[in-house]
């Protein structure tokens, strides 16, 4: 089993910057490849970012490329999500996740093991 806890949501204004870190717990996840997920209400749970085990490779949703990064740390068995030039679309309920599927799968959310609780990122206009 694996425990993943989402930290550092919050409220923002349109244009600032907010860094998410996702501490996974139970089991070492250096091997697994990580995801970031969002859902904003009365919509569907969507993807966001991912990098594969070795941090080697990343991908990036349309919408955030360019202004979201996704990194990770296997030491701290810990994955970040940088999120710069924040759009009140941006809102939504974050989730981290983790899969021992290939990266070219890595973008749907039936494919992950565990999920976190998710944490709340409020952007204002």
């Known amino acids: 089993q694996v425990q993943l806890v989402e930290s550092g949501g919050g409220l923002v204004q349109a244009g600032g910057s907010l860094r998410l870190s996702c501490a996974a717990s139970g089991r070492t996840v250096s091997t697994y490849t990580m995801g970031w997920f969002r859902q904003a209400p009365g919509k569907e749970r969507e993807f966001v970012a991912v990098?594969?085990?070795?941090?080697?490779?990343?991908y990036y949703a349309d919408s955030v490329k360019g202004r979201f990064t996704i990194s990770r740390d296997n030491n701290k068995n810990a994955v970040d999500l940088q999120m710069n030039s924040l759009k009140p679309e941006d809102t939504a309920v974050y989730y981290c996740?983790?899969?021992?599927?290939?990266?070219?799968?890595?973008?749907?959310?039936?494919?992950?093991?565990?999920w976190g609780q998710g944490t709340q990122v409020t952007v204002s206009s």
């Open positions: 990098i594969s085990w070795n941090a080697i490779s990343t």
């Open positions: 996740a983790t899969t021992r599927s290939a990266l070219a799968r890595a973008r749907t959310p039936a494919v992950y093991d565990y």
